[in-house]
């Protein structure tokens, strides 16, 4: 079992559509982390949410955490080619890291 | 400030052999930790070192062991090895108490 549900798996849209993938679990989480990674490169961290209710803003990019803690979600608007990759969600307990099992975005010119 | 480099970026090796699988901490980070990604899926911990020890461990066998040298650089070696230790495996390096992690490009490791 999973302790980080991410849905959908993969998406496949045009250039310019908006989106919404997200990250829930059953566990109560301090914080949680969005990792965005390109083929054939390591994960690169997009932004760490912390307090419930959080909303973050990364240019196009829309990030949100649950009022209870246990889901976020992430929303681009006007999607670019460039977006395409595996978005990742992850959470640290103490000294161990956990991550979801992504949800692969392409976006079509 | 260098990133995270790993080494090499691809291997094959044969079932039942051993690997060991390399990686340059970020200037400045003393803490390590290892990811094992099999295609389509997101990364699972393998573990962490802090300090040259080992600091916290996911659900991998004991043929998984590591190392972190004073120089903060750290090693993964994996024995008698399996096809299904076929996978991507990523090194992360962070400050200690800092959440974010900062990962190598990874090793392709083929196991047949």
């Known amino acids: 079992t999973q302790l980080l549900e991410q849905s959908p798996q993969f998406l496949s849209i045009q250039e310019g559509e908006n989106l919404t993938v997200y990250c829930n679990s059953s566990?109560?989480?301090?914080?949680l982390q969005w990792y965005r990674q390109e083929p054939g490169e390591g994960p690169v961290l997009l932004v760490t949410v912390v307090t419930g209710g959080e909303v973050k803003k990364l240019k196009r990019l829309t990030f949100q955490f649950g009022d209870a803690r246990k889901d976020s979600s992430l929303h681009i608007t006007a999607a670019q080619p460039g977006d395409t990759g595996l978005y990742l969600c992850a959470l640290r307990n103490f000294n161990k890291f956990y991550f979801g099992s992504g949800t692969k975005l392409n976006v079509k010119p | 400030e260098t990133g995270v480099t790993q080494s090499p970026t691809h291997l094959i090796k044969t079932r039942g052999q051993q690997v060991t699988l390399r990686c340059s901490s970020q200037s400045g980070h003393n803490t390590v930790s290892w990811y094992q990604q099999a295609l389509g899926q997101g990364p699972q911990f393998i573990f962490q070192y802090y300090r040259e020890e080992e600091n916290g461990r996911g659900n991998f066998p004991p043929r998984f062991s590591g190392l972190q040298f004073p120089n903060y650089s750290s090693e993964l070696n994996v024995n008698a090895l399996e096809l299904d230790d076929s996978a991507l495996y990523l090194c992360?390096?962070?400050?200690?108490?800092?959440?974010?992690?900062?990962f190598g490009q990874g090793t392709r490791l083929t196991v047949v």
């Open positions: 566990s109560v989480f301090s914080s």
């Open positions: 992360a390096s962070s400050p200690i108490f800092n959440t974010e992690a900062f």
